[in-house]
């Protein structure tokens, strides 16, 4: 197996069996990133084949000045985005009355729930929520460049991703009273 450096070097040759190495190396990791921001399974599947397609468009200009999987990850959260600016209405427009009031939950709740139970609440946010919360929770990025990327405004990233925790919280606390109803 080649080291990391190799790869991306012989990618950059244009070296197919290095491609495939690349793609199978690292397609797993990009389409979780696929699927943080859209629901439906095969259009995570057509975002990574256009991330791919970028990545190996701009391999030769990779510098490796942080890390590989940043950059690729960084290619496929843009044409993640990119797919929801062209297939989503009012991709930043969220009404505010969609999320209910929160009320008090039990904490022990996070305990019980594993990594696709956490995916697939965020997968029932609205669109904007959940671009901004995986924009913010998950990827790191500030509420300015989120600003940047979405074309709307820092206060506009906070008030969303404010609005996807309440929402987040809401759905934790139907999953609880669920629990607590299969418990009794």
Request: charged residues 25%; proline residues 2%.
């Amino acid at each position: 197996m080649q080291t990391e450096k190799q790869l991306i070097k012989n990618c950059q040759k244009g070296d197919k069996a290095s491609q495939y190495e690349l793609v199978k190396r690292y397609s797993g990791m990009l389409m979780a990133v696929c699927r943080r921001y859209v629901r439906d399974e095969q259009t995570a599947k057509d975002i990574l084949q256009d991330s791919l397609i970028l990545i190996f468009g701009n391999i030769g200009k990779y510098k490796p000045i942080g890390s590989f999987e940043g950059w690729m990850r960084t290619i496929t959260v843009r044409c993640a985005l990119s797919w929801l600016r062209k297939n989503s209405k009012n991709l930043n427009v969220v009404d505010p009355t969609a999320v209910e009031s929160v009320i008090s939950f039990d904490p022990k709740i996070y305990g019980q729930l594993g990594a696709d139970d956490i995916m697939e609440l965020i997968q029932k946010l609205p669109v904007g929520y959940r671009s901004v919360f995986n924009l913010f929770a998950i990827e790191g990025y500030s509420h300015k460049e989120i600003g940047e990327m979405l074309n709307t405004t820092e206060g506009s990233s906070r008030s969303q991703f404010s609005r996807a925790k309440k929402a987040l919280q809401k759905h934790l606390i139907s999953l609880n009273q669920v629990k607590k109803s299969n418990s009794i």
